[in-house]
């Protein structure tokens, strides 16, 4: 029923941006929690960064801190993730994720109900 489409990836270089959202349908958010994740090939899923719907608290993983940005427009049932000085390392299937009647977001993965189909980040000069 609720269902989180990411769009917004791509390549960019080095030190370039990109803003990825996340539509989330079937749900009107409220306390609740959005979530990103990453996973480059060969490497398990990451923690990137987390909003809480209600409190607007933000939470990012040690590795992006500084350069990424979640944020949340409440009207469009939409969040984002601002990446901003991009790294290679940053290279990877980011993924959006929904953890319902929460306020404050865990980092395993196993807490979140839903999950979007992923979209393509790849930094490379």
């Known amino acids: 029923q609720v269902q989180l489409v990411e769009s917004g990836g791509g390549l960019v270089q080095p030190g370039g941006s990109l803003r990825l959202s996340c539509v989330v349908s079937g749900r009107t958010f409220t306390r609740d929690v959005m979530a990103w994740f990453r996973q480059a090939p060969g490497k398990e899923q990451e923690f990137v960064a987390a909003?809480?719907?209600?409190?607007?608290?933000?939470y990012y993983g040690d590795s992006v801190k500084g350069r990424f940005t979640i944020s949340r427009d409440s009207a469009k049932n939409t969040g984002y993730l601002q990446m901003n000085s991009l790294k290679p390392e940053d290279t990877a299937v980011y993924y959006c994720a929904a953890e319902i009647g929460s306020y404050y977001p865990p980092k395993n993965t196993d807490e979140y109900d839903y999950w979007g189909q992923g979209t393509q980040v790849t930094v490379s000069s």
């Open positions: 909003i809480s719907w209600r409190l607007s608290s933000t």
